[in-house]
Structures are given as C-alpha cells and as structure tokens.
C-alpha cells in the first residue's frame, strides 16, 4: 500500500514537472539511505543521469515561466510528462525493469508503470489546459507565478511520497479539491461573461 502511495506521488508530480521527481529519487538513493532503487532501477541513481536530469529541470523552469514559450514547453511535455511519470511509479513500487519485454508484458509488470503514465497525463493534461487560460487571465503575468508554485508542489509532492507517503493521500484529496475549486470558478466566470454580452 505504502509503495502504490509513493508511486502515485511521484507521478502525480511528474505531471506538473517531469524532472523533479526522478532527481529526487536520483538524489536520495545516491547520497542518503532513505531511498534504495530496486534491481535495474539503479540507473537514477547514476551521477551522469542526475546532471542530465539537473540540467533538463533548469531548461523546463526557465522555458515555464515565459508566456506562450509555457505552453509550447507544454506540448512537448505531453510525452516526457507521461514517461517520467511511469518511470516515477515503477522505481518507486521496486517494479523489475524492462530486461525481457515478454516477461514485463505477461506478468503485470507494466501495470504500475501504466498507472503512472496516466496520472501524470491527467495531471499534465489539467496543467496544460489552464495555463493558457491564466496567460491571458492575466496578460502573462500570472506565468511565473503559478509556474513556480506548480515547481513548489512537485518538490513537496516528491519529497512527501518518499519519506511520508501516507501523507498523499491527502495532498490528492486538497489536489482535487482545488482542481474542483478552479473548474467552478471557471464556470462562473463563464456565465458572468455570458450575462454581461447579453445585457
């Protein structure tokens, strides 16, 4: 349980910053003992893979924070979001690598890397479709703004799905609430809108 809650984590932080939960992971099973990769996971763990990772975080940050270039950063995120986030899930669920494709396939292997790929999708997806929203709510402003705060949740997101990840489950729950939260708003801006042209 305490393993699906971790990799639910990091997906779900993977779709808002596709880097940030496989450095974590990098990071912590290299340097500290909180973190031990399964077999064939080690590869996160490789020096070389966590500067190639620090230096893809420092080009998704930047590139996130300036209007329209954001959301061309977001359609080519739309593949390496999803992938980071199976990647995420299967290290953290000790899932085996890919050594024999036939074996992964027909032995639900591919499961928790598949749940991953989805949350991360939908999580990107709902990042993806409101941030055009907020660049011209806020004439480009607001970009870096909620930019870094989606930056601020994945860390915390990371951080709490490997040392904490009972914890989770309620980052989830305040993650759909506010998703619920903006929709609603978004609707009643809407018709707001909807009035004011018919008047």
Not at 118 to 126: D, F, R
Not at 131 to 144: E, K, L
Request: zero cysteines.
């Amino acid at each position: 349980m305490l393993e699906a809650l971790t990799g639910a984590g990091l997906a779900t932080s993977a779709g808002l910053n596709a880097y940030i939960p496989l450095l974590a992971i990098g990071v912590l099973s290299r340097y500290t003992d909180v973190v031990s990769l399964p077999a064939g996971w080690g590869w996160l763990g490789n020096g070389w893979v966590i500067l190639i990772l620090g230096g893809l975080l420092l080009i998704e940050v930047v590139a996130d924070k300036v209007p329209v270039l954001d959301s061309a950063n977001d359609v080519v995120q739309t593949v390496v979001r999803p992938t980071a986030g199976g990647l995420a899930f299967g290290a953290g669920t000790s899932t085996a690598t890919v050594s024999d494709p036939g074996s992964f396939f027909g032995s639900h292997q591919w499961v928790p890397v598949a749940v991953g790929v989805l949350l991360a999708l939908g999580v990107h997806g709902i990042k993806a479709t409101a941030r055009p929203v907020v660049n011209v709510g806020t004439a480009g402003v607001g970009a870096p703004i909620v930019s870094t705060l989606e930056d601020i949740a994945s860390v915390v997101m990371s951080v709490i799905a490997l040392l904490l990840p009972v914890l989770i489950l309620l980052f989830l729950v305040v993650f759909v609430l506010l998703f619920a939260w903006a929709l609603r708003r978004r609707g009643v801006g809407r018709r707001r809108t909807r009035r004011q042209r018919a008047a």
